[in-house]
């Protein structure tokens, strides 16, 4: 079955932790992101790979790390300098679709996110 | 900055027809797709534009009007399940790699 899983579903972190968030996918898609999402509000971006060992930052980045080193896998660490960490973190993968018009367009696959309070 | 607006909550009858809207004013435009998000899980696919005019797909339609900065979603008969936030994505570049999400729009679809 291919997809893109993220583990764990429920994570609590004390104030001042670093903490870790997993995002698998066996989709083979060479593009990931990952996306935060505050109640009531859309998803901002914070970091999107396009391939292996190249990342870059979205829009709210600061706070916030990741690594790419496998294709199927990109990770995404909250440290203690992110000021209100508590969110739903999504993550994604892409791959591009052709459009009809000879253009290429990315369509995104979500994993079930992963909900983060720190306590 | 990107912007992207869409109402915040919309209410309708089952069976009804909703059209939830979305404009958008960004530096770039590759395509817009919108999603659908029940509370507490990932967004699901329900369509792109890249072209002006109208995508149909089932139940679902939508349009873009690239000069304006404008689509739509289109539901037709509704059903109970399509209580949901549906979101409005543009994405920026070329390859379209670099995607800008609306706030959504929360419907609630009442018997």
């Known amino acids: ?66 690594s790419r080193e496998k294709k199927e896998s990109f990770p995404l660490t909250v440290t203690s300098a992110q000021k209100n960490p508590t969110a739903f973190y999504l993550c994604a993968s892409s791959t591009p679709i052709s459009t009809g018009t000879g253009g290429l367009l990315n369509e995104q696959f979500f994993g079930p996110g992963t909900r983060l309070t720190v306590l | 900055g990107q912007n992207i607006d869409q109402p915040t909550e919309m209410t309708a009858t089952e069976g009804a027809i909703v059209q939830i809207n979305c404009t958008y004013q960004t530096s770039g435009f590759n395509g817009l797709f919108w999603y659908q998000q029940h509370a507490g899980e990932a967004p699901t696919f329900l369509s792109y534009n890249v072209l002006d005019g109208l995508e149909e797909k089932g139940r679902f339609s939508s349009f873009l009007s690239r000069s304006k900065g404008y689509s739509y979603l289109l539901l037709k008969e509704l059903q109970m399940k399509d209580s949901a936030s549906y979101l409005c994505a543009v994405t920026l570049d070329n390859y379209g790699q670099n995607f800008v999400f609306g706030p959504g729009t929360r419907l609630s679809v009442l018997p």
């Open chain 1, 1 to 66: 079955d291919g997809g893109i899983t993220q583990s764990p579903k429920y994570l609590f972190r004390k104030e001042g932790q670093n903490v870790t968030l997993s995002c698998e996918q066996n989709l083979n898609h060479d593009a990931m992101y990952w996306y935060r999402q505050d109640p009531g509000q859309g998803l901002r971006l914070i970091y999107y790979s396009q391939i292996v060992n190249d990342f870059q930052k979205g829009d709210i980045a600061e706070g916030y790390s990741v």
